[in-house]
C-alpha cells in the first residue's frame, strides 16, 4: 500500500480536530479507569459487564437477528438459566467448552452462560472440517461441546476422533431442525426450568480466561489465543466507551463472523459496553446489508475491508445514504475504498482499529483521520526487519533498530504490567513470539508480525502482514496450512503457498507454486481444484498456480517466497513456467496469458 501525501498528520489538521479532542478527552480517562482493572479480588468480565448493562437497561434490545428482538432482561435471564444448568453438569471455572454455532442469537447467550460460570469458551471456526476441527479441539481439551444443527453433519464426521462424553455434547436446535440427533442432549430444553437469575459467588477476576479464539499459525494448523476477563474489560471499554460512546439508544449492525475476535470482542464488547442492541445476520450478505440496516435502525456497523469493498460494488442505488448510521468500527479499510465509502454512504465516523487476538496491543482511530488505524495508548515500536525472512533485525551492539517515520517497519509492542501478554495455550509458542533485550537489557516486546507506519502524532498506518499467513476474504490464511493440503495430492512433489495482490480487492489471494510430482500433463485441474475444495475452507483454496519444473531455495534451504510474491501471476515475469487461474464461477484452472491476466489486474473478474 503506497502512501500519499495526504496521509501524513499535520499540526493544521490536529488544531482543527481541537474540539473533538476535548470531547474525547473526558471519555478517555473515564475509559481507562474502567479498562485497567488491576485488584485480583475485583470483579469484572464479560458476565459481570452483561449484568451491569442489564441493570441500566433491561428492556432496550439487546440481541437482534431476523425476526426475534430479545430484551438484556431476557437475554440475561436465558444465559443464567444454561448457566445453573451447566453448574448443575459439574462445570466450574477454567473449564473449556467447545461452540460450534453459526451467527445466532443462541451462539452469543450459550457463551454468556459459559463465562457465568467460569468456564472458557473456545470459538470453533465454523468453516472448519476433518483434521483442522479435530486439531482444534485437541489443542483446547474441551471437557464439553455445543454444537448448532447446522453443524451436527460435520461435528459427527470428527466425533470419534474426540474424547467427548455424550452427556455433554449438548445440541442446539436451528430454525428447521427436528428431532434431537442421536449421541447429543437438547441444551436449550435441559436447562429451561433452571433459575433465571444471576449464579451467585461465580466472580470473575481480570486474570481469568473467557474465551479460547483461534488463529493461524507457522505450523500450519490454528493456534488458540487465550482472551482473559481483564482484556474483555479493556476492549468493550475501549472499542465502547472511549472510540464510539455507545448508548442505550445505538445498535450496532454486525454480519461479520463471531468466532473472531472482530465481531465477538470488538462489536459485540462495544454494544455491551453501552447497553445497546447486537444486530446480528447468520453470514453477509451484499443485497440485503442496507435493508438490514434500517430494518433494525442501526448507529453503527462492524466491518472488515472485504465487506465495504462488496458494498461499494453493489449498483448505486437513491436510498444510499437512507440509514441512521454515524459510525462503523472495523480493519483493513484500504486508502482505495476509505472516502469512496465514506462519501457514498455518508458516514461521519470510521473508527479503524488494528489488534491481534493472540496480541498485547490495539490501535483505534478515535479521531477520526482518514486512512489510519488511529493511535495506542500502549507502548510500541517500529523496527528494521529482514525482508526474506520478516525477522527483526539487531545491529552489532545486539540492539533493534527503529525505522524513520514514514518508512513501514515491523510493529513490536511493549510487554508490561499496563500491557501483559496473554499468549497462546502452548507457551512455547507464546515465547517464539516475544523478542527480549530489544532496546535496553531486560526489555520485552511482542512480535505482531506485521508492518506499520508512523504517518504523525503517534498514529499508525497498516502497510502488510509478514511471516506465514495472508489475509483474504476477511480471513487469515496459513501458507503451511495450503501447503500441507495440496502435498497430500499424489500429483504434487513440492508446493510454496504465499498471497498475492489483485488490484481493487483487500488483502492477498492465495497462489501456490507447485511442482508435479511426474509432468504436467498428468495433472487433472478439475481434479485438483476438486480436492483442494474438499480439504480447505473456501477462503484457503489457491486461486492462481504456478507450475515449476524445480523449486529454488536458499542457502539455508528456505523457499524463495520474496521473488514468487513479486512475480505473482504475470506470465511475462514468470517466463517458460506457465500460470493457471480460478476464475469466479468456474470448475477448474485455465491456463494465464498476457490477456487473461490483464483482464484480472483490470478488475474485469469480480473475486
Not at 471455572?93 to 469458551?121: F, H, M, Y
Request: charged share 20%; glycine share 10%; net charge neutral.
Amino acid at each position: 500500500m503506497s502512501r500519499t501525501p495526504s496521509d501524513a498528520i499535520t499540526w493544521g489538521m490536529m488544531l482543527r480536530k481541537l474540539p473533538v479532542i476535548a470531547r474525547v478527552v473526558p471519555r478517555i480517562i473515564k475509559g481507562l479507569k474502567l479498562a485497567n482493572v488491576q485488584d485480583p479480588t475485583q470483579p469484572c468480565g464479560l458476565g459481570w459487564c452483561f449484568e451491569q448493562a442489564t441493570q441500566r437497561n433491561p428492556h432496550g434490545p439487546a440481541l437482534l437477528c431476523g425476526d426475534t428482538v430479545l430484551s438484556y432482561a431476557q437475554v440475561n435471564e436465558q444465559a443464567n438459566r444454561i448457566a445453573h444448568y451447566l453448574l448443575a453438569q459439574g462445570l466450574g471455572k477454567g473449564d473449556c467448552v467447545a461452540i460450534v454455532l453459526e451467527n445466532r442469537p443462541q451462539l452469543l447467550i450459550t457463551v454468556l452462560a459459559v463465562a457465568k460460570v467460569g468456564a472458557v469458551s473456545a470459538m470453533i471456526n465454523t468453516s472448519q472440517t476433518g483434521d483442522a476441527l479435530v486439531h482444534s479441539l485437541a489443542l483446547v481439551a474441551p471437557v464439553a461441546v455445543v454444537v448448532g444443527d447446522e453443524r451436527v453433519a460435520v461435528f459427527n464426521d470428527v466425533r470419534g476422533r474426540t474424547a467427548l462424553a455424550d452427556a455433554r455434547t449438548w445440541w442446539v436446535a436451528d430454525q428447521d431442525s427436528g428431532a434431537v440427533p442421536c449421541g447429543f442432549v437438547d441444551l436449550m430444553v435441559s436447562s429451561k426450568d433452571y433459575p433465571g437469575d444471576n449464579p451467585l459467588g461465580r466472580q470473575m477476576f481480570f486474570n481469568d480466561p473467557c474465551f479460547y479464539l483461534y488463529t493461524s499459525g507457522t505450523t500450519g494448523l490454528p493456534k488458540a489465543g487465550v482472551f482473559r476477563h481483564g482484556r474483555w474489560m479493556r476492549t468493550s471499554t475501549s472499542f465502547g466507551l472511549i472510540a464510539l460512546d455507545m448508548q442505550p439508544d445505538d445498535v450496532v449492525y454486525c454480519t461479520l463472523p463471531l468466532y473472531h475476535a472482530t465481531g465477538l470482542c470488538v462489536c459485540w464488547g462495544a454494544a455491551v459496553c453501552g447497553a445497546s442492541g447486537f444486530a446480528i445476520r447468520r453470514k453477509f450478505s451484499a443485497s440485503q446489508f442496507w435493508s438490514d440496516v434500517r430494518r433494525y435502525r442501526a448507529t453503527t456497523l462492524g466491518y472488515v475491508g472485504e465487506l465495504c469493498r462488496y458494498l461499494i460494488e453493489q449498483p448505486a442505488s437513491a436510498d444510499d445514504r437512507r440509514h441512521e448510521v454515524r459510525k462503523m468500527i472495523g480493519n483493513g479499510l484500504r486508502p482505495g475504498a476509505w472516502l469512496a465509502f465514506k462519501t457514498r454512504f455518508g458516514i461521519g465516523h470510521i473508527c479503524e482499529l488494528y489488534a491481534a487476538s493472540d496480541g498485547n496491543i490495539g490501535f483505534t482511530n478515535i479521531l477520526n483521520f482518514d486512512n489510519t488505524v488511529g493511535f495506542s495508548l500502549m507502548g510500541w515500536e517500529l523496527v528494521q526487519y529482514d525482508h526474506d525472512s520478516g525477522a527483526p533485525l539487531r545491529n552489532l551492539q545486539g540492539r533493534m533498530q527503529k525505522v524513520p517515520k514514514g518508512e513501514p517497519g515491523l510493529l513490536l509492542a511493549r510487554i508490561d504490567d499496563k500491557a501483559p501478554l496473554d499468549g497462546y495455550t502452548d507457551p512455547a509458542k507464546t515465547e517464539k513470539t516475544v523478542c527480549r533485550d530489544v532496546f535496553v537489557p531486560g526489555d520485552r516486546y511482542f512480535n505482531t508480525g506485521d508492518l506499520l507506519r508512523n504517518i504523525g502524532f503517534g498514529h499508525g498506518q497498516f502497510v502488510d502482514r509478514l511471516g506465514d499467513t495472508y489475509r483474504w476474504k476477511g480471513e487469515n490464511v496459513s501458507t503451511t496450512e495450503v501447503e500441507n493440503v495440496l502435498l497430500q495430492h499424489p500429483q504434487i512433489a513440492e508446493a510454496v503457498a504465499y498471497g498475492v495482490e489483485i488490484s481493487g480487492t483487500n488483502g492477498r489471494a492465495g497462489m501456490a507454486a507447485i511442482t508435479p510430482a511426474e509432468s504436467l500433463a498428468t495433472l487433472d485441474f478439475n481434479e485438483l481444484l476438486q480436492f483442494l475444495q474438499g480439504k480447505l475452507p473456501a477462503y484457503a483454496v489457491p486461486l492462481f498456480l504456478r507450475i515449476k519444473v524445480k523449486m529454488e531455495t536458499t542457502g539455508t534451504f528456505k523457499y524463495q517466497k520474496t521473488r514468487l510474491k513479486a512475480e505473482a501471476f504475470d506470465p511475462c515475469l514468470t517466463g517458460e513456467e506457465p500460470i493457471y487461474a480460478w476464475l469466479p464461477d468456474t470448475s477448474t484452472y485455465v491456463r494465464v496469458d498476457r490477456q487473461l491476466a490483464t483482464q484480472i489486474r483490470g478488475g474485469q473478474y469480480r473475486y
